[in-house]
């Protein structure tokens, strides 16, 4: 069983930055394919970020329209850690967000599902005030 623990989360004013990082127990070069997602009260999890961990697919990376040009995910094979780095925050990226990983090389649509994960961290929350 894998597990992901994530961290980095706070509160910040807009505008501001945080960079969120998620340690998996295995080697992240195993689980192909890792993805941050993030829940708002009241509001389904939404799909964030996503990067490819793993051999021949390198650090290939997509993002949500909404954060965009904001947020960057990397991936740091020795620690086995994939970070989220947040900038130019806005009171409606304020969520839990969550780290999500799978073993297998998922595609364009599925990247997308949080049904297609296998594993989940527990979450960290992200407060951005106005």
């Known amino acids: 069983q894998v597990q992901l623990v994530e961290s980095g989360g706070g509160s910040v004013q807009a505008g501001g930055s945080l960079r969120l990082s998620c340690v998996a127990s295995?080697?992240?070069?195993?689980?192909?394919?890792m993805a941050w997602f993030r829940q708002a009260p009241g509001r389904e999890r939404e799909w964030v970020a996503f990067i490819y961990t793993r051999g021949t697919r390198g650090s290939d990376t997509a993002y949500a329209d909404s954060v965009k040009g904001r947020f960057a995910v990397s991936h740091d094979s020795p620690k086995n850690t994939v970070y989220l780095q947040m900038n130019s925050l806005k009171p409606e990226d304020t969520a839990m967000y969550y780290c999500?990983?799978?073993?297998?090389?998922?595609?364009?649509?599925?990247?997308?599902?949080?049904?297609?994960?296998?594993?989940w961290g527990q979450g960290t929350q992200v407060t951005v005030s106005s």
């Open positions: 999500a990983a799978d073993r297998g090389i998922l595609g364009s649509l599925s990247r997308l599902r949080t049904d297609t994960y296998t594993y």
């Open positions: 295995t080697n992240t070069y195993t689980l192909n394919s």
